[in-house]
């Protein structure tokens, strides 16, 4: 019922920048905090950073300062503005979503996740 897809991603010089888009799509849908997720080559996959339907944010330690998260609730998307990359950066980016479907006389909540793109940030 739900389709989290991810764009943006791509190859970038070291402190270059990038923006991935997230957008939710679907019917009868309200979606609520949304985030984006990275997993480097030998590690877990680890929370980048978080909005709430309100706007509040949220950042991993290491991007603070170079990342900027937002969503734009008409679309249902959010955004991950990447700049100053640096090669610890390389990664892929997951989308994640709280959304609430509504159905004729139901109401059913999850999270839900894209298929993930790749950045990477190479000299």
């Known amino acids: 019922q739900v389709q989290l897809v991810e764009s943006g991603g791509g190859l970038v010089q070291p402190g270059g920048s990038l923006r991935l888009s997230c957008a939710a799509s679907g019917s009868m849908l309200k979606v609520n905090d949304m985030a984006w997720y990275r997993q480097a080559p030998g590690k877990q996959r680890e929370p980048v950073a978080s909005i709430t339907s309100g706007g509040s944010t949220n950042y991993a330690d290491s991007v603070k300062g170079r990342f900027t998260v937002s969503r734009d609730n008409a679309k249902n998307t959010v955004y991950l503005q990447m700049n100053s990359l640096k090669p610890e950066d390389t990664a892929v980016y997951s989308c994640?979503?709280?959304?609430?479907?509504?159905?004729?006389?139901?109401?059913?909540?999850?999270?839900?996740w894209g298929q993930g793109t790749q950045v990477t940030v190479s000299s």
């Open positions: 994640n979503a709280d959304v609430g479907v509504f159905g004729d006389s139901s109401y059913t909540q999850r999270v839900y």
